[in-house]
């Protein structure tokens, strides 16, 4: 899961359950440079070449598996096309920047 983060990360998203520090929106420059052919979506190549390019920076080649760059595809892709489009990231992004729902009564 702390490999998924590290690529989460990359584009912004957190990834539920972890608490990963969002780095600032860069108006989405980070989701260009990565969207390699300019169709507004990312693939699971252009995903896979950012993944192994954080996992080279990170020194740990299972960052880049395909099973890790399936589960963060299957994490954002909310239409379930196999791709992260732009709405789809803004969507996860805003779903984690508001606060929880409060707790019903007798709930924790």
């Not at 990963?20 to 169709?39: K, L, T, V």
């Not at 880049?64 to 789809?88: H, M, T, Y």
Request: aromatic content about 2%.
């Amino acid at each position: 899961m702390k490999k998924l983060t590290m690529i989460a990360a990359s584009i912004g998203v957190a990834v539920p359950g972890i608490g990963a520090a969002q780095p600032p929106q860069d108006g989405g420059r980070m989701f260009a440079m990565i969207d390699a052919n300019s169709d507004g979506k990312l693939d699971k190549a252009e995903i896979t070449k950012m993944a192994e390019m954080r996992a080279q920076q990170q020194g740990d080649p299972a960052m880049a598996s395909p099973e890790k760059v399936d589960a963060f595809i299957k994490f954002l892709d909310a239409n379930g096309d196999g791709v992260v489009d732009k709405a789809e990231l803004a969507a996860k992004q805003k779903a984690r920047a508001e606060p929880p729902p409060p707790a019903e009564e007798g709930q924790p």
